[in-house]
DNA sequence: TACCGGTACTCAGCAACACCAGGTAGCTCG
DNA sequence: CGAGCTACCTGGTGTTGCTGAGTACCGGTA
C-alpha cells in the first residue's frame, strides 16, 4: 500500500473487520493475520484490538471466550443483528464514495470533454 | 451519506478534491458548492479551506490570487507536477482498497467453507 | 444612508481513528 | 531456564474532519 493507506483506513478498516465477522466468527489474532495475508501489511495489530474493543462497546458483535490449545483464551467475535445493519450501512456510504470516485478517475469531473 | 461518512472521508476527501483539480484549476468556495452538488452535502465548508492550506503547505497545487466581481480575491488552484504523482499514488492505494471490499462484498472472505 | 444576503476565506477548539511502543500471559521445545 | 509463537491489552501521539464563529467585499433595496 502507500503512505496515503493510513489515512485512507480510518473508516473504513472498521467496515472491513465487520465484513470479515459478516462471513464467519472471528478472534482479533486471526483477523490480524487474514489482513496480513490479504496484503494489508501495515496494519498495527494493537489498531485491530482497539478497533474490536470499540465495535463490542457499541454492541455491533457478539462476544465469546473460547480457550485455545497454543495460548491465552481467545475472544471470539460474531456479528449480531444491529452489526449486520450497521455494515448495510457501511455498504451505502462506500458504494456512494467509490461511485464518485470512480466518476473522477476516468474522465474528470463534468467540466471534461 | 451516513454517520459513518465523517471518518471515511478522511484520506479519500484529499483525493477527490485533487482529483477534481487534476481535471481544472478551481477555488475553494467553487469546489465546495461542486461536492454539495455531487452529493457530499454533509462537507464543511471549513473543511475544504482547510484541506487546500494544507495540500499548498505540501507544494502539490500552485497558487494564483485572481480577483472576483462578486466578493473577496479568489485562490485559484491548480495541479502540479508533485501533486499529480501523489494524486497516482492515491488511485493506486484507492484501488487496492476498493478491490478488497468488493471481494468481500461479494462472496465473503476466502476462507469459504 | 443603513441593512441584508451572497461571495470568499480564516481560525480556534474538539472528537475519532490508526499508529507506535511496550507490556502481560500461556504454551511448547531444546 | 530462555526462545519463540500465540493471544490480548494499554497509554500517548499525529492527522484529519467538524463546529461555530469571525472577517471582508460587493450589489440591491428600503
Do not use: C
Amino acid at each position: 500500500m502507500g503512505r496515503q493507506a493510513t489515512e485512507m483506513l480510518k473508516g473504513t478498516l472498521e467496515g472491513i473487520v465487520l465484513a470479515i465477522l459478516a462471513g464467519r466468527s472471528a478472534y482479533g489474532y486471526e483477523i490480524t493475520a487474514w489482513l496480513r495475508d490479504r496484503g494489508f501489511t501495515e496494519i498495527a495489530e494493537g489498531t485491530i484490538y482497539a478497533l474490536l474493543v470499540r465495535i463490542e462497546q457499541r454492541g455491533l458483535v457478539d462476544v465469546e471466550k473460547v480457550p485455545s490449545e497454543k495460548g491465552p483464551p481467545r475472544k471470539v467475535y460474531s456479528l449480531n443483528d444491529e452489526g449486520r445493519e450497521y455494515l448495510e450501512e457501511f455498504w451505502k456510504t462506500w458504494s456512494f464514495l467509490s461511485e464518485q470516485l470512480e466518476q473522477l478517475r476516468e474522465g474528470g469531473n463534468g467540466s471534461g470533454h
